[in-house]
């Protein structure tokens, strides 16, 4: 237990990463249409996601200052103004997806539409931002995602065919809906495990907790135990939805849908649990894009930034943070439908993906910032065939998702 509570960062990062309501869709229209044949994206995504999570953890912690402070210092204003511009699009339309998400999952527990629930739901994640202490904010809300292993449980109440599983999951099948649509749901799955501000907020975070050189090994715990929980967390949302929906070929585009499977296992109870694990997940994913999206603005233009600080000494930190909600509130009061909003989201992630990865690893083999500490010769090449698994994402994303009409 002590060391989940160490590395209640990186569960943080990675719950807002693999199971926001980004993954809460991905990840079980993935196990709905296809089974668990997307098992295989998971896996690549939590390697490729720790490899670099570790690499933003090791820069904070031997160098004192964040990934983005250095990208502008090391590549020049303009390379990263760039970087900015897309980091902070994607993540302000992410941030409106969160919103969303914690609307509709108080929307299941009130049945009250979750437009009314929308300006609630904003007002108190800035509430949170401005008020709680960073360390006790992520233990709180990384810990509560938790909930969310509900979905693995459920498992063994309902009537698993594990055998079918394991198949599925070793066996590439589009199981007749076409290589289109199985690309695109890939693509989308990855994307939405190594979502730009991951990064950026783990690192950030780093700074936050005062992370030095001595604390390498605690930053590296935050990696190994944080990102493959959440890993095993949205392989559980596969797994589930590819026993209750996959069988009958049903299509699954809510987010009540998606709690069906704990439904079915725990009647009434299982509904509590499962509305407070999506509460609890887009609730904190939206504290970590709204937290990133604000570390990136201020990061870029030297700017005094963090909740180590008053928000009276970080003015123009906690302005960006408040503006970029109040977008994401804008956005969905244009009657988006939170649930497609995510989808275009994937899509726009996955293209700027390169972007926010090249230049982490141009950083992390930099001697001038980091020393003896750099990138050693494994490293690299994981993180080198990662980074060409996301050129190839990004390069994909667009065309996937106009031959298959997103996914159709």
């Not at 199985?182 to 936050?208: D, H, K, M, N, R």
């Not at 926010?356 to 080198?384: C, E, H, K, M």
Request: proline content about 3%; glycine content about 10%; charged content about 10%.
């Amino acid at each position: 237990m002590r060391k989940l509570l160490a590395a209640t960062l990186g569960v943080l990062s990675a719950i807002g990463g693999f199971v926001d309501i980004g993954d809460l869709v991905a990840a079980s229209q993935a196990g709905a249409r296809f089974g668990m044949a997307h098992a295989w994206v998971l896996l690549v995504g939590v390697l490729g996601i720790c490899a670099y999570a570790e690499m933003a953890g090791r820069i904070a912690a031997v160098s004192g200052r964040a990934v983005f402070d250095l990208v502008r210092e090391r590549l020049g204003p303009r390379v990263a103004l760039l970087n900015l511009v897309a980091s902070y699009l994607v993540t302000v339309v992410t941030l409106a997806a969160e919103l969303g998400g914690v609307a509709l999952a108080v929307q299941l527990a009130t049945r009250v539409s979750y437009l009314l629930w929308v300006p609630v739901a904003a007002f108190a994640v800035w509430l949170v931002l401005w008020r709680m202490r960073f360390e006790l904010m992520e233990r709180v809300f990384g810990l509560a995602g938790l909930a969310l292993l509900v979905f693995a449980v459920a498992l063994f109440a309902l009537p698993t065919d594990w055998a079918r599983l394991g198949s599925q999951a070793v066996h590439l099948s589009t199981a007749g809906q076409g290589w289109g649509a199985y690309w695109f749901i890939a693509v989308a799955l990855f994307a939405s495990t190594v979502s730009p501000y991951e990064v950026f907020f783990f690192s950030s975070g780093g700074v936050e907790e005062r992370w030095s050189a001595a604390d390498l090994a605690h930053a590296r715990s935050n990696v190994l135990i944080g990102f493959p929980v959440g890993g095993f967390l949205a392989l559980s949302l596969i797994a589930a939805a590819a026993v209750v929906y996959h069988p009958s070929g049903t299509s699954l585009d809510t987010l009540d849908q998606a709690a069906q499977p704990v439904v079915l296992a725990f009647g009434g109870i299982g509904l509590a649990v499962a509305v407070l694990a999506f509460f609890a997940v887009t609730f904190g994913a939206a504290l970590e894009t709204g937290l990133s999206a604000a570390y990136a603005a201020a990061q870029y233009f030297g700017w005094q930034w963090g909740k180590r600080v008053t928000p009276r000494e970080a003015a123009r930190f906690h302005s960006v943070l408040l503006v970029s909600v109040l977008l994401g509130v804008l956005l969905l009061l244009t009657t988006i439908d939170p649930v497609r909003l995510t989808e275009y989201m994937l899509v726009l992630s996955a293209v700027v993906l390169p972007l926010t990865y090249l230049p982490i690893l141009v950083v992390a083999n930099d001697r001038n910032y980091l020393g003896d500490r750099v990138n050693g010769r494994w490293n690299n090449l994981l993180g080198s065939l990662f980074l060409l698994l996301i050129v190839a994402a990004s390069l994909a994303a667009i065309p996937l998702a106009i031959i298959t009409r997103m996914g159709q």
